[in-house]
């Protein structure tokens, strides 16, 4: 499988035998009339680890960086189940999570494989902390 992020873009065009679900459904399988038939599980739907990976490649190849960090982060998080996710989502609101909570969240984001997930949580309860959004620890008793 030799992959070329600047000529095998757009994958699912040029590259389509890289595209796969996370049960291994090929992209050609993917359609309206295997939903409407109930033999393709919303679970289905989502995009692999390897294909964000190589999306992030292809940012990476087209000079956009920032794209490609955050692809990179969408790839680790594609195994995280999506009610963590949504937590996550809520605890990184401005004066939702004390900067323990958002530790508590990186720690588990690296525990599931999620280094840069992870390094962001912690970058944000930084920029929270120095700009006055954490919210405050209880107190102790």
Known sequence: MDFDPARDYP??????DLVTT???IPLADLTLAAVREGTLEAEEMR???ETLRRQADVARAAGRPELAANLERAAELASV????????????????????ELEGWAGRLEAAGAPAAAA??????EVYAQRGLLAREPAAV
Do not use: K, Q
């Open 11 to 16: 994958l699912g065009t040029r590259r389509p």
């Open 22 to 24: 996370p049960g291994g």
């Open 47 to 49: 995009a692999t680890p």
């Open 81 to 100: 189940p999506a009610d963590d996710i949504l937590a996550i989502y809520t605890a990184l609101r401005p004066h939702r999570s004390s900067a323990a």
């Open 120 to 125: 962001f949580v912690r970058e944000a309860a």
